[in-house]
């Protein structure tokens, strides 16, 4: 046997048992992971027993239906970084862009959404206004460039650069750049649960 061919069977093997282990961690029968994936029940049940290699859309399907990364489910877990690394160029962590405002997430997509970190950018005399969000919601806004003013309710307060702000999130709020250029800034919000 060649090492090229153990390799495919160990890789088999490894993706059979953690295929397993997620169905049954998810408490999915075959047939609703066949659903979930749009995988049919008898390839899923090959993959499972180690007699199937599959395809690389495949295996993505399997993965999304799991909500991990393809790299989660072909990978050994003690061989997966322990750092995730969200890129500045991925597009698929863009929530908003256009001529107004820039809002970039940098929690990773698949976190639990008790908090999330966010890049904001806002054209001048323009603003981020949101509804209130879940009661007991916060936020904390630190400004990196620029001016803005903080409205959560009535409350209003003026920031400049280097300056924070913490307030409830679960009022109508809103961050309005004041300046004359972009204001930049980093928003946390925090959700009670």
Same mark, same amino acid.
């Given at each position: $046997?060649?090492? *090229?061919?153990?390799?495919?069977?160990?890789?088999?093997?490894?993706?059979?048992?953690? /295929?397993?282990?997620?169905?049954?961690?998810?408490?999915?029968?075959?047939?609703?992971? #066949? $659903?979930?994936?749009?995988? +049919?029940? +008898? $390839?899923?049940? *090959?993959?499972?027993?180690? *007699? #199937?290699?599959?395809?690389?859309?495949? #295996?993505?399907?399997?993965?999304? #239906? !799991?909500?991990?990364?393809?790299?989660?489910?072909?990978?050994?877990?003690?061989?997966?970084?322990?750092?995730?690394? =969200?890129?500045?160029?991925?597009?698929?962590?863009?929530?908003?862009?256009?001529?107004?405002?820039?809002?970039?997430?940098?929690?990773?997509?698949?976190?639990?959404?008790? =908090?999330?970190?966010?890049?904001?950018?806002?054209?001048?005399?323009?603003?981020?206004?949101?509804?209130?969000? !879940?009661?007991?919601?916060?936020?904390?806004?630190?400004?990196?460039?620029?001016? /803005?003013? =903080? *409205?959560?309710?009535?409350?209003?307060?003026?920031?400049?650069?280097?300056?924070?702000?913490?307030?409830?999130?679960? /009022?109508?709020?809103?961050?309005?750049?004041?300046?004359?250029?972009?204001?930049?800034?980093?928003?946390?919000?925090?959700? $009670?649960?």
């Amino acid at each position: $046997m060649n090492s *090229q061919a153990t390799e495919s069977d160990n890789t088999a093997l490894t993706l059979s048992e953690r /295929v397993k282990l997620l169905r049954k961690k998810s408490g999915l029968t075959l047939e609703e992971l #066949a $659903m979930a994936s749009g995988v +049919s029940r +008898s $390839m899923l049940s *090959q993959i499972e027993r180690g *007699q #199937a290699n599959p395809t690389l859309t495949v #295996a993505c399907r399997i993965a999304q #239906a !799991f909500s991990i990364s393809i790299g989660e489910l072909v990978h050994e877990p003690w061989t997966q970084s322990g750092i995730e690394v =969200i890129r500045a160029d991925d597009a698929s962590h863009l929530y908003r862009s256009d001529d107004q405002c820039r809002i970039r997430t940098l929690s990773p997509l698949n976190m639990e959404k008790s =908090i999330e970190f966010y890049e904001i950018s806002i054209a001048p005399g323009a603003a981020l206004t949101s509804a209130a969000h !879940f009661e007991g919601t916060k936020e904390l806004f630190t400004l990196h460039k620029g001016s /803005v003013e =903080i *409205q959560s309710e009535s409350d209003i307060s003026s920031l400049k650069k280097g300056d924070s702000a913490h307030y409830r999130a679960d /009022v109508d709020h809103s961050i309005r750049n004041t300046g004359n250029g972009r204001a930049e800034g980093y928003l946390v919000v925090t959700y $009670m649960g």
